[in-house]
């Protein structure tokens, strides 16, 4: 099976602009995760889609959103960008299984 | 707030030598993760442990869950320059119910050198 595909790999924006990320599970996961991995905060969880349904979500403010699609690809979206947000954003699917992740490539967004 | 911590943050050790990279927590998971990330690519799942004193082997890795699930290591036997990248463990704190919420931990950078 081809494995969590994550586009664009890179991103730079400027402040105030906003950025659509996309990802492509891996076939038959339908549980899609978001997370942001900076080396100040390291892993952490944004939110969570099954179903096209969000069952889950981290505390990031209300600029950060996702969705997902009935094929399970999924796309998060952050407006109003600060410098803060730059970060590399994962994505992960999973097959309901002990939440293990599967992580795709992830996107580096950077903020200018 | 479920937190995990990681220790050490930074290790560089000689090709052969053996290393040990703990996770500690004050509180109980589910189960717990370990991840290996290299630069520029996602984290890659190694193993899951969920019984209390679970221990599971990979080749040269050996992974340990504590009795009370709070705490988890991670041993590497006669490191190999391939071992080299970011090791970081992830409690999954609710089992069912966590839907894709893991606590990871800030991470080990492992480097063997040659």
């Known amino acids: 099976k081809a494995g969590v595909t994550q586009t664009p790999r890179y991103l730079i924006k400027t402040r105030g602009q906003q950025v659509t990320l996309s990802c492509s599970p891996i076939?038959?996961?339908?549980?899609v995760s978001w997370y942001q991995q900076t080396p100040g905060q390291g892993l952490q969880f944004l939110f969570e889609?099954?179903?096209?349904?969000?069952?889950n979500k981290g505390n990031f403010p209300g600029r950060f959103s996702g969705r997902q699609f009935s094929n399970s690809r999924s796309e998060m979206n952050v407006s109003t960008l600060e410098l803060g947000d730059s970060a590399l954003y994962l994505c992960a699917s999973n097959e309901g299984l002990l939440n293990e992740q599967f992580f795709g490539p992830g996107t580096r967004l950077t903020v200018l | 707030t479920q937190l995990l911590e990681q220790s050490p943050q930074f290790l560089s050790i000689q090709e052969g030598e053996n290393l040990t990279v703990y996770c500690n927590s004050s509180s109980v998971f589910s189960s717990l993760q370990w991840y290996r990330q290299e630069p520029g690519e996602g984290p890659v799942l190694l193993v899951t442990?969920?019984?209390?004193?679970e221990v599971k082997k990979l080749k040269r890795l050996t992974f340990q869950f504590g009795d009370a699930r709070k705490d988890s290591s991670l041993h590497i036997t006669a490191a190999q320059p391939g071992d080299t990248g970011l090791y970081l463990c992830?409690?999954?704190?609710?089992?069912?119910?966590?839907?894709?919420?893991?606590?990871f931990g800030q991470g080990t950078i492992l480097t063997v050198h040659p």
């Open positions: 992830a409690g999954d704190p609710l089992g069912g119910t966590s839907y894709g919420k893991l606590t």
């Open positions: 889609y099954f179903s096209e349904t969000q069952r």
């Open positions: 442990v969920v019984t209390g004193g």
């Open positions: 076939s038959g996961h339908r549980s």
